[in-house]
């Protein structure tokens, strides 16, 4: 086996606290909060005390400043545990991060240390009915009125959208404007014309609250805005890498938790006189998914070195993003295939896992949105242009 050399001595005893957490307060209770579609905020305040949130939050903001390999073991143990409806991820890598990047001082101090605590929970609103990866076509708009903005529009597939105490929220301050028309703000979810739609009913991850959110003339201080009016889209444009990054570390370490499953159970289980791994077929099967995870497994943690450095470069991201997605949704079938009808059978974690895994196509850029991303460069390194249309000149 390759031996994973990005983490260090301290990773590891923090993943094996990690995976206690797991254990004790998650995996016993996971399958009542995929019927109930939500989980209890007490975890969340559960997850702070044992410093399982916004790991890399420095401390002069509550959090334990340190480095992102420890928010990647959070990560991978939830993960691994087959525990899809927490929303750490959504709340530590990208609405903390948004915060640390782009937030004021008062800002930072006003939601970090909560965060940090699971206090207040954050979500991000980008997506909505008509606009998915195409952020420039939002229609949310965000007018001035003195020193006040009034929001008004609606969001959709929203994690975290039930149980968020704000949202950072991209809107349109100038409609005539494109992609520079495109303004952060941070929405309080308390305040009056914000409201929660229905918790949506999905193919998988059903424990994780995913909603759709409305804003009827929401109105806020300017101060609440980050960054800069209209530069919204630049400021999220530099975050697409973190976040395909956390999906290629999703992805990869569900691939080798479901072989391990999948090894197991054909070990086990018998049919017509041998064992199912006595079959030539199922030992070719999971050889060449645990290649293929190997291989997923090193670009991965080559991804994460470079992310650690401030080198990770946007196609490198869509290339792991695109390859760790097909073949975990590959592996999942593969694996579910080789259970026979248990697999089919919600009881057993392959086929939740199943479920769980058609979103990540789609989730942090559509694949076809990564292909795209990666022939550009490829054309483009040869002096060529890639057309509208679709052709090379």
């Known amino acids: 086996m390759i031996e994973r050399t990005i983490f260090r001595e301290e ?6 606290t990690v995976r206690r957490f797991v254990d004790r307060e998650i995996v016993p209770f996971h399958a009542q909060w995929e019927e109930d579609g939500i989980v209890p905020r007490e975890l969340w305040l559960k997850a702070g005390a044992a410093g399982l949130l916004c790991c890399t939050v420095p ?11 420890f928010d990647v073991v959070v990560f991978e143990e939830l993960w691994r545990a087959g525990a899809s409806g927490p929303g750490f991820l ?25 965060m940090v605590s699971g206090e207040a929970i954050g979500s991000l609103g980008m997506t909505e009915p008509h606009a998915g990866s195409d952020l420039k076509a939002i229609r949310t708009k965000a007018v001035r009125d003195g020193d006040e903005f009034v929001i008004n ?15 950072v929220l991209a809107t349109k301050t100038d409609s005539q404007a494109g992609a520079k028309g495109v303004t952060l703000f941070i929405v309080e979810s308390n305040r009056p ?12 991850m059903r424990a994780q609250d995913t909603s759709e959110l409305f804003f009827d003339n929401v109105r806020i201080p300017a101060s609440n805005m980050l960054g800069a009016e209209g530069r919204g889209f630049a400021q999220m444009m530099t975050k697409l890498a973190q976040e395909r990054l956390a999906q290629a570390i999703r992805s990869a370490t569900v691939t080798e938790t479901v072989i391990d499953w999948t ?15 006595d079959f030539q077929n199922t030992q070719f099967k999971l050889a060449e998914l645990k290649t293929k995870a190997a291989v997923a497994r090193v670009f991965t943690d080559k991804c994460i070195a470079l992310f650690m450095e401030n080198k990770l ?46 979103v990540v196509k789609i989730a942090g850029g559509s694949i076809e949105i990564m292909k795209t991303i990666i022939a550009r460069q490829m054309y483009s390194q040869r002096g060529f242009d890639i057309q509208k249309n679709g052709s090379a000149t």
């Open 11 to 16: 990773h590891e005893i923090f993943r094996q």
């Open 90 to 114: 959504i709340h530590t890598d990208l609405v903390a991060t948004y915060l640390l990047s782009f937030g004021s001082e008062a800002q930072k101090r006003k939601w970090l240390p909560k």
């Open 263 to 277: 090894l197991q159970y054909t070990a086990e289980r018998s049919a017509f006189g041998q064992k199912l791994a």
């Open 59 to 69: 401390e002069q903001y509550g959090g334990m400043g340190l480095d992102y390999l």
């Open 193 to 204: 014309g914000f409201k929660r739609g229905r918790n949506l009913e999905k193919l998988g």
């Open 313 to 358: 470069d946007p196609v490198d991201a869509a290339m792991a993003k695109m390859f760790t997605s097909e073949l975990h949704c590959e592996t999942v079938d593969e694996c579910l295939q080789l259970f026979g009808g248990w697999g089919y059978m919600w009881e057993y974690p392959i086929a939740r896992a199943y479920a769980d895994a058609r």
């Open 153 to 167: 529009g609606q969001k959709v597939f929203i994690s975290n959208g039930q149980l968020c105490d704000f949202i």
